[in-house]
């Protein structure tokens, strides 16, 4: 059974960090790309950033783009999300997301939720 | 980017049909595969994967759920609606970074 256990949310001030983690089980870890996907409180959901299964591709949303930045570790079937310079509109429970064949969303963990505020 | 236009509620009654649209600013269509998927949010879960490639039933989904269309025009049907589906439903486009989705269409019982 495929499981992603994200850990890490919390209340953060504005301007500080925060680093997510994303515990994956279950499948072959370091077959499949993988994303970050975040939801704002009663929002719809919004791409965050994808990293392909070596690392080689890696893409962010304009959004999060040289604040955030996804890595990886295969041997430890871990993703992360490094938080820099966080901001009230980073307000959101964040979901790690592991890719299908073409790029589809397939499987999705139950989220953290982080809170920018002071 | 492209974009991914639903309308933001559908009022069905149990036992009917309901369609769900998804209209993209750009084709989404490559290889003759629609790179467009659909997932169903219920209130406090995750979202799930309903349909991938446009018309691909994901596994444990059941057969009332179908996707159609292709290019830039997309639907999700339901058939016939349970009160289990009460959700909102989601498009998403693969196609292209950065990846996007619809805003969202919350199903309602009429």
């Known amino acids: 059974e495929v499981q992603l256990v994200e850990s890490g949310g919390g209340l953060v001030q504005p301007g500080r960090s925060l680093k997510l983690s994303c515990l994956a089980s279950g499948f072959t870890f370091s077959n499949y790309g993988m994303n970050w996907i975040r939801q704002a409180p009663g929002k719809g959901l919004e791409w965050v950033a994808s990293?392909?299964?070596?690392?080689?591709?890696?893409y962010y949303a304009d959004t999060v783009k040289g604040r955030l930045t996804i890595s990886r570790d295969n041997a430890k079937n871990t993703l992360y999300l490094q938080m820099t310079s966080l901001r009230s509109e980073d307000t959101a429970l964040y979901y790690c997301v592991r890719q299908g064949y073409r790029d589809w969303f397939a499987y999705w963990g139950q989220g953290t939720l982080v809170t920018v505020s002071s | 980017d492209i974009v991914l236009t639903q309308s933001p509620t559908l009022a069905v009654s149990l036992e009917q049909r309901g369609t769900i649209s998804c209209k993209t600013s750009?084709?989404?269509?490559?290889?003759?595969?629609?790179?467009m998927h659909w997932y169903q949010q219920k209130p406090g879960q995750q979202p799930k994967l309903l349909i991938y490639e446009g018309s691909n039933l994901a596994s444990g989904i059941p057969a009332r759920f179908s996707g159609s269309g292709s290019g830039t025009d997309f639907t999700l049907t339901i058939d016939p609606v349970e009160a289990d589906d009460i959700a909102t439903y989601y498009c998403h486009q693969s196609r292209d970074y950065p990846r996007t989705f619809g805003g969202g269409t919350k199903l309602k019982l009429k």
């Open positions: 750009q084709n989404v269509d490559n290889y003759g595969i629609s790179f």
């Open positions: 990293i392909s299964s070596s690392s080689s591709y890696i």
